[in-house]
């Protein structure tokens, strides 16, 4: 049986007709980790945990865990966050 071609949905053709990412449109978290010391996230929904060796940041459908040593919530605003240390390990759950 041949399959056809997937069409794409909704956020998929707003985002090319704005000329946007989809994944700004659907609001899943962006994360952006520069070398080990790093890390740069978009659209979160808040911290959950917060320590120096474990942080854990609700992305809405994600939960996202960092690990590592010396961790610190540098800057936070409603969209953004900056978490900066000895990044050991990100899970997505």
Do not use: W
Request: aromatic content about 2%; cysteine-free.
């Amino acid at each position: 049986m041949e399959r056809k071609p997937r069409r794409p949905g909704l956020l998929e053709r707003a985002a090319q007709v704005l000329d946007l990412p989809a994944d700004a449109l659907a609001g899943l978290p962006k994360l952006e980790l520069v070398g080990d010391g790093e890390l740069r996230m978009e659209n979160h929904k808040g911290i959950l945990a917060y320590g120096s060796e474990e942080i854990h940041v609700s992305g809405g459908v994600f939960l996202v865990k960092i690990s590592g040593e010396d961790l610190e919530l540098r800057t936070m605003t409603g969209l953004e966050l900056l978490i900066t240390g000895k990044i050991h390990q990100i899970t997505l759950a």
